[in-house]
T-cell receptor
Framework: AQKVTQAQTEISVVEKEDVTLDCVYETRDTTYYLFWYKQPPSGELVFLIRRNSFDEQNEISGRYSWNFQKSTSSFNFTITASQVVDSAVYFC??????????FGIGTKLQVIP | DTEVTQTPKHLVMGMTNKKSLKCEQHMGHRAMYWYKQKAKKPPELMFVYSYEKLSINESVPSRFSPECPNSSLLNLHLHALQPEDSALYLC??????????????FGEGSRLTVL
């Protein structure tokens, strides 16, 4: 069975603050894929990043960075210098490598100007 | 703009109505998905089509009937729905038909209200 836990249901930060969204996962598979998606108020989920279980290298993309640690089964997401446009619901997700993706409950991020 | 187009964006229907949700993508993707999302909940997988054939049905009630007329189109036929079926229905596609190793491309969803 797979499980994704996002313990933070809602976070509010003031613009330009850094914020980290936590994600902890459970799986018995040795090969798996982790994702982060952003869901703005418009509704569509936007893919942000994919990591496979063999690649623990952290990644930075502009103001976004991801920290993948297999030892703690965590895949955390940090937004540096947050902006109002970052306000959205962020989902962490896990896939065993076939068509089923398990989403976490999501973290609603509100960036206050 | 999203590359997965869903229509209608909003739908209100009675429990005896028959309606359909439509989804279209022109990215050449070979897998298409229906997800259901209730308010403040994550998306839940309903169906997966791979190469126009139904590959996954997550024990969805028969009042939801999916159809994939061709590789670009995905429909969800609705009949005799219940008020608890009110939700945002998201369509997605992926290039990878055999495994979700890549990203899912989502539409903006169809917000369904069942009266």
């Amino acid at each position: 069975a797979q499980k994704v836990t996002q313990a933070q249901t809602e976070i509010s930060v003031v613009e330009k603050e850094d914020v980290t969204l936590d994600c902890v996962y459970e799986t018995r598979d040795t090969t798996y894929y982790l994702f982060w998606y952003k869901q703005p108020p418009s509704g569509e989920l936007v893919f942000l990043i994919r990591r496979n279980s063999f690649d623990e290298q952290n990644e930075i993309s502009g103001r976004y960075s991801w920290n993948f640690q297999k030892s703690t089964s965590s895949f955390n997401f940090t937004i540096t210098a947050s902006q109002v446009v970052d306000s959205a619901v962020y989902f962490c997700a896990l896939s065993p490598g076939y068509q089923k993706v398990t989403f976490g409950i999501g973290t609603k991020l509100q960036v206050i100007p | 703009d999203t590359e997965v187009t869903q229509t209608p964006k909003h739908l209100v229907m009675g429990m005896t109505n028959k309606k359909s949700l439509k989804c279209e993508q022109h990215m050449g993707h070979r897998a298409m998905y229906w997800y259901k999302q209730k308010a403040k909940k994550p998306p839940e997988l309903m169906f997966v089509y791979s190469y126009e054939k139904l590959s996954i049905n997550e024990s969805v009630p028969s009042r939801f009937s999916p159809e994939c007329p061709n590789s670009s189109l995905l429909n969800l036929h609705l009949h005799a729905l219940q008020p608890e079926d009110s939700a945002l229905y998201l369509c997605a596609s992926s290039q990878d038909s055999a495994a979700v190793t890549g990203e899912l491309f989502f539409g903006e969803g169809s917000r369904l209200t069942v009266l």
